[in-house]
C-alpha cells in the first residue's frame, strides 16, 4: 500500500510518500499516533484495519475471511 504522510511543518512544497504492506505506529503518550492512525484510516476507508493496544483483539468478519 502506498499512502500519504501529513506535511511536516515547514516543509509545505513536500509530498511524502511511504509504501508498506504492514505498518506499526510505536511513540510516546502524546505523541499523535491515535490522531495519525485515525486520519490515515479516514483517507484510506476500507484499505486499512486499525489495532489499538488497549481494546480487545477482534476483526471484521470479512477481513478474516480475506486472511484465509
Known sequence: MNIRLPIKKGQPNT???????????VGANG???TRF???IEKRY???THR????????FPQKLAQNQK
Open 15 to 25: 509530498i511524502p510518500t511511504i509504501d508498506f504492506e504492514q505498518l506499526v505506529i
Open 31 to 33: 505523541a499523535g499516533k
Open 37 to 39: 492512525g485515525s486520519d
Open 45 to 47: 476507508l476500507g484499505q
Open 51 to 58: 489495532i489499538s493496544a488497549q481494546k480487545s483483539l477482534s
